[in-house]
Nanobody
Framework: QVQLVESGGGLVQAGGSLRLSCAAS????????MGWYRQATGKQRELVAR???????NYADFVKGRFTISRDNAKNTVYLQMNNLNHEDTAVYFC???????????????WGQGTQVTVSS
């Protein structure tokens, strides 16, 4: 059984920073793409950033230049460094990882439980 455990959310003032972490635990053969999504109240979940197994990154336009996604493959962990936060960044942030448990399992997508980020204006 694989679990994604997120941490690092909280309350921050506009202009501040937070760093989110998402660690995958369990028996894992490999992790392909990792990503962060967010969902604000009353809105659909949207992609924030993603990173490939080779380190290539992709960002939503609304976070370019402010957020940085990175990964530590040895720790099965993906990070999201968020700088210059504004009120519109308030949302629940979810991590997402494309994981293969073993050679007998196909790849599957796993989600974290979500962590609240609240930016006060």
């Amino acid at each position: 059984q694989v679990q994604l455990v997120e941490s690092g959310g909280g309350l921050v003032q506009a202009g501040g920073s937070l760093r989110l972490s998402c660690a995958a635990s369990g028996t894992i053969l490999s992790i392909n793409e990792m990503g962060w999504y967010r969902q604000a109240t009353g809105k659909q979940r949207e992609l924030v950033a993603r990173i490939s197994s080779g380190g290539g990154t992709n960002y939503a336009d609304f976070v370019k230049g402010r957020f940085t996604i990175s990964r530590d493959n040895a720790k099965n962990t993906v990070y999201l460094q968020m700088n210059n936060l504004n009120h519109e960044d308030t949302a629940v942030y979810f991590c997402n990882e494309n994981i293969r448990l073993s050679v007998w399992h196909p790849r599957d997508v796993y989600w974290g439980q979500g962590t609240q980020v609240t930016v006060s204006s």
